[in-house]
């Protein structure tokens, strides 16, 4: 009998950083019995379109074609269901619904302030809140600097409410020669969070060569 699938819940906020995103969605695709649900906030719809530069999610010039398309359309056709912000009655606002771990990548400090302090005024914040109750992983990958003395004190508070901080900040270690490599390894580390294997950027074995 096939195992169950393992439920993850990708929650695509209005920060910057939508390769992120795109590249976890597409990981998780890949990865054998993984059910992915996906949560897009309003302005995430907003961010995707610039950064996929132009709305209709074409790659810029010169760049991967691998990196496009990026559009919420393709993105949720990557995921088991696609919810809107406002879908408030969705599976993931609910504990009785199980999962196996939430990620909110990229994550704009607004919705690192509202999970910080347990607002649920939307589906994002909503399942967030959720994961921290039912004391499943919750993985917040924000992306913003300089940081204000408001979010490192969110990031505190929703860390020891029981999130994992996990910015958006790509080690150089491994020499990385594009910017996909750059992205590769911190979906790597998130994917590592959420104990879904992956083949994303190399793994330290020690600096002996
Ligand atoms: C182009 C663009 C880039 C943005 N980048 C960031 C960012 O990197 N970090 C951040 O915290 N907010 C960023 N914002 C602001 C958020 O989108 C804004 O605070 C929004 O209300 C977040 O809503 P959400 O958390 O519901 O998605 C950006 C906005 C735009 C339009």
Redesign the pocket.
């Known amino acids: 009998m096939p195992a169950a699938p393992r439920r993850i819940v990708v929650a695509v906020?209005?920060?910057?950083?939508m390769p992120y995103a795109a590249t976890l969605l597409r990981a998780l695709a890949r990865a054998e019995a993984v059910e992915t649900h996906l949560i897009l906030?309003?302005?995430?719809h907003?961010?995707m379109e610039?950064e996929a530069g132009g709305a209709d999610g074409t790659a810029p010039e010169g760049e991967s074609p691998a990196a496009a398309p990026l559009t919420p359309a393709a993105l949720a056709a990557l995921a088991h269901a696609a919810y809107s912000?406002a879908d408030i009655g969705a599976p993931p606002a609910s504990g009785s619904w199980v999962h196996h771990g939430m990620v909110v990548c990229?994550c704009?400090?607004?919705?690192l302030a509202a999970i910080a302090n347990g607002l649920g005024t939307?589906l994002?914040h909503r399942a967030a809140d959720v994961t921290l109750k039912e004391s499943r992983p919750l993985v917040l990958v924000p992306?913003?600097t300089p940081l204000s003395r408001v979010h490192l004190k969110n990031m505190l508070a929703a860390q020891e409410a029981g999130a994992v901080i996990l910015p958006a900040c790509p080690g150089f270690y491994h020499a990385p020669r594009t910017v996909q490599e750059l992205v590769d390894q911190v979906v790597g580390r998130i994917l590592d969070h959420l104990a879904v294997p992956h083949t994303l950027g190399p793994r330290w074995t020690g600096s002996a060569r």
Do not use: F, I
């Not at 906030?41 to 995430?44: E, G």
């Not at 704009?108 to 919705?111: E, G, K, L």
């Open positions: 906020t209005g920060a910057s950083g906030s309003d302005a995430a907003a961010v610039l912000q990229p704009s400090m607004a919705s939307n994002v992306r913003e």
